[in-house]
T-cell receptor, first 113, second 116 residues
């Protein structure tokens, strides 16, 4: 059972545009939602994370929006750059097993010139 | 952030041989480390949780005799793929939670295993 659903599978955005990736979860016990960025042949790197007690978190060009009632959260990349081209994974975990992340299926982002 | 070093970054081996992958936390201690497997263009699947000084915990469907995990110290965990076969070819990634908060997982750079 896929507990974290991620969409779209792939995304092409022009330089300067906004990239939006969405995730939905089923388990209401999840209380930590990080986003990871992965370049080919490399391990994932933590980008930004949010807890359910806030509806939005912003760090630089990256923003997480969280909708607890809808059990959805999304990543917005403002002013997308070619260097942002990578695969993005959302994830979720439960208190007490915080490091045991359940990952989404990933979104391959390509930012064109 | 914390650094997790994984070695080797890629390995090619013959079918039937064993391959050892090392995962080190460089600037922090990790009593727990996680091993993931990732197929091309797919998500990360947790294989097992490595516990320092005790047996690893394997996820359902992962053969513990096939994927041997040893967590001998607070900074080193190893994954040995025993009697490797072509279907074991995959990208293996380790991770460790930063000691300041168990939630922030730091990942190694991964090991691409190709079994001929």
């Amino acid at each position: 059972q896929q507990q974290v659903k991620q969409s779209p599978q792939s995304l092409i955005v022009q330089k300067g545009g906004i990239s939006i990736i969405n995730c939905a979860y089923e388990n209401t016990a999840f209380d930590y939602f990080p986003w990871y960025q992965q370049f080919p042949g490399k391990g994932p790197a933590l980008l930004i994370a949010i807890r359910p007690d806030v509806s939005e978190k912003k760090e630089g060009r990256f923003t997480i929006s969280f909708n607890k009632s809808a059990k959805q959260f999304s990543l917005h990349i403002m002013d997308s750059q070619p260097g942002d081209s990578a695969t993005y994974f959302c994830a979720a975990s439960i208190a007490g097993t915080a490091s045991k992340l359940t990952f989404g299926t990933g979104t391959r982002l390509q930012v064109t010139l | 952030g914390a650094v997790v070093s994984q070695h080797p970054s890629w390995v090619i081996c013959k079918s039937g041989t064993s391959v050892k992958i090392e995962c080190r936390s460089l600037d922090f201690q990790a009593t727990t480390m996680f091993w993931y497997r990732q197929f091309p263009k797919q998500s990360l699947m947790l294989m097992a949780t490595s516990n320092e000084g005790s047996k690893a915990t394997y996820e359902q469907g992962v053969e513990k005799d096939k994927f041997l995990i040893n967590h001998a110290s607070l900074t080193l965990s190893t994954l040995t793929v025993t009697s490797a076969h072509p279907e074991d070819s995959s990208f293996y990634i380790c991770s460790a939670p930063a000691f300041t908060t168990n939630e922030k997982l730091f990942f190694g750079s991964g090991t691409q295993l190709s079994v001929l």
